[in-house]
T-cell receptor, first 108, second 116 residues
């Protein structure tokens, strides 16, 4: 089956720093989404981005489908950005396949 | 508008006991899903439903059963709980995907289940 790999597994930054999270996938996919799981466990959908670039405030994402990777950029990090960031891809039958996540800690 | 809610939030079972997790959504979504999340991993799909009265197996269906008797509810059952089923369970719902939209899934807060 399709494999989804995220890097780095852990990231610790000072408030105000920028970061780049990566998602590699092993086969062509229909869709790709980025999620944030906050420290209380709630999952929030950040981006639907099967290709191209999107921006939402301090967050932006780019997917290069032909090279099978996606990047999530976080600028001017805030402590509220802490949590786990997941990449998930859809292979059909509405099934999302998830990566293991990147755990981000923003220190004040 | 509560979105997706899950009951209960926490539960401790003994091996062999049974229980049912309830998911409810008030967004009139056709599709509903049950996932499990284990430490250090992403979510894995257990079962899903594309409409009232329909269910289908996901990636890790063994040991679980589901029912979708009403559009707004999706039940996940464990007939004989095992320690390997200790996990956090998430329910999600979505509209049907179409050519101009995508399968954006909205998630409940999760149920933390421990099987001793």
């Amino acid at each position: 089956g399709i494999q989804v790999e995220q890097s780095p597994p852990d990231l610790i930054l000072q408030e105000g720093a920028n970061s780049t999270l990566r998602c590699n996938f092993s086969d062509s996919v229909n869709n790709l989404q980025w999620f944030h799981q906050n420290p209380w466990g709630q999952l929030i959908n950040l981006f639907y981005i099967p290709s191209g670039t999107k921006q939402n405030g301090r967050l932006s994402a780019t997917t290069v489908a032909t090279e099978r990777y996606s990047l999530l950029y976080i600028s001017s990090s805030q402590t509220t950005d802490s949590g786990v960031y997941f990449c998930a891809v859809e292979r059909g039958n509405y099934q999302l396949i998830w990566g293991a996540g990147t755990k981000l800690i923003i220190k004040p | 508008n509560a979105g997706v809610t899950q009951t209960p939030k926490f539960r401790v079972l003994k091996t062999g006991q049974s229980m049912t997790l309830l998911c409810a959504q008030d967004m009139n979504h056709e599709y509903m899903y049950w996932y499990r999340q284990d430490p250090g991993m992403g979510l894995r799909l257990i079962h899903y439903s594309v409409g009232e009265g329909t269910t289908a197996k996901g990636e890790v269906p063994d040991g679980y059963n589901v029912s979708r008797l009403k559009k707004q509810n999706f039940l996940l059952g464990l007939e004989s709980a095992a320690p390997s089923q200790t996990s956090v369970y998430f329910c999600a719902s979505s509209y049907p995907p179409s050519r101009s939209s995508y399968n954006e899934q909205f998630f409940g807060p999760g149920t933390r289940l421990t099987v001793l």
